[in-house]
């Protein structure tokens, strides 16, 4: 059963992170560190810790540069 940290984590994941909208520009137009301070912002106002989403999916940076590039990956597929 997944933690509510973790169900904050794949909630904020999907609605927050999106491949680049711009025709042929090279990875995602959002910044990671951004998108990681408002993560940690968002989950603080749900009471859930920084630690607590790291205990889950590991450092928070990575994780979303990680999806950043599977969703810029798939949208790339996508226009093929």
Not at 2 to 17: G, H, L, M, Q
Not at 27 to 42: I, P, Y
Not at 49 to 77: C, F, P, W
């Amino acid at each position: 059963m997944p933690t509510k940290a973790r169900e904050y984590v794949d909630f904020w994941i999907e609605n927050s992170v999106h491949a680049a909208e711009q025709y042929g520009t090279p990875g995602a137009s959002q910044n990671v560190k951004e998108l990681v301070d408002r993560l940690v912002d968002g989950a603080r106002g749900q009471g859930i810790t920084r630690e607590a989403m790291e205990s889950e999916v590991g450092n928070l940076a990575e994780y979303i540069k990680a999806k950043l590039g599977a969703a810029n990956q798939d949208e790339k597929d996508r226009r093929k």
